[in-house]
């Protein structure tokens, strides 16, 4: 099956502070998301990114299927950021979405 | 529109025990699933339906079942509650396979 690999696997950031997240994933993929999971365990859907790049405030995501991976843009991080970031990937025939393993981060004052 | 809901969000079994987690949208979705979450990883899928009477297995399907009578409702059942099923359980939906997915809020459930 599809694998799909993040890093970093965690990140500590000052408020204010700008990260990219990365995602690589190992076949051509159908769907693609970003999902933020918070302190209290809510998947929260961030990005439905296939390919191409869309913003949404502070945030901005970035995919290359041709070249397998996508990139989440965290700008001006706040608190509220911290949590697990996870990159989904569906592909081929499979009915599924293959989660990686999260990049935890936090943000600090 | 409530989305996904899931029910309970807590539950505490014995070992040997049954019981079943409730999913329902209220999206019109065709493709629903049920994942688990275990500490430290991302989510593993455990079954799927594409519609209405359709269902399949996903990578961990033991010790599951499912079914799909309706649109809205796609419920767990956990046959005989072991430890190793001490997870976290997401629901979600989706228009069809390959689109956006929808989760609802986790049901964390011990087994004893």
């Known amino acids: 099956g599809i694998q799909v690999e993040q890093s970093p696997p965690d990140l500590i950031l000052q408020e204010g502070a700008n990260s990219t997240l990365r995602c690589n994933f190992s076949?051509?993929?159908?769907?693609l998301q970003w999902f933020h999971q918070n302190p209290w365990g809510q998947l929260i859907n961030l990005f439905y990114i296939p390919s191409g790049t869309k913003q949404n405030g502070r945030l901005s995501a970035t995919t290359v299927a041709t070249e397998r991976y996508s990139l989440l843009y965290i700008s001006s991080s706040q608190t509220t950021d911290s949590g697990v970031y996870f990159c989904a990937v569906e592909g081929g025939t499979a009915s599924k979405l293959t989660f990686g393993t999260g990049t935890r981060l936090q943000v600090t004052l | 529109n409530a989305g996904v809901t899931q029910t309970p969000k807590f539950q505490v079994l014995k070992t040997g025990q049954s019981m079943t987690l409730q999913c329902a949208q209220d999206m019109n979705h065709e493709y629903m699933s049920w994942y688990r979450q275990d500490p430290g990883m991302g989510l593993r899928l455990i079954h799927y339906?594409?519609?209405?009477?359709?269902?399949d297995q996903g990578e961990v399907p033991n010790g599951y079942n499912v079914s799909r009578s309706t649109t809205e409702d796609f419920p767990l059942r956990l046959l005989s509650a072991a430890p190793s099923q001490t997870s976290v359980y997401f629901c979600a939906s989706s228009v069809q396979v390959n689109t956006e997915a929808f989760f609802g809020q986790g049901t964390r459930l011990t087994v004893v």
């Open positions: 076949d051509s993929v159908n769907n």
């Open positions: 339906s594409v519609g209405a009477g359709i269902t």
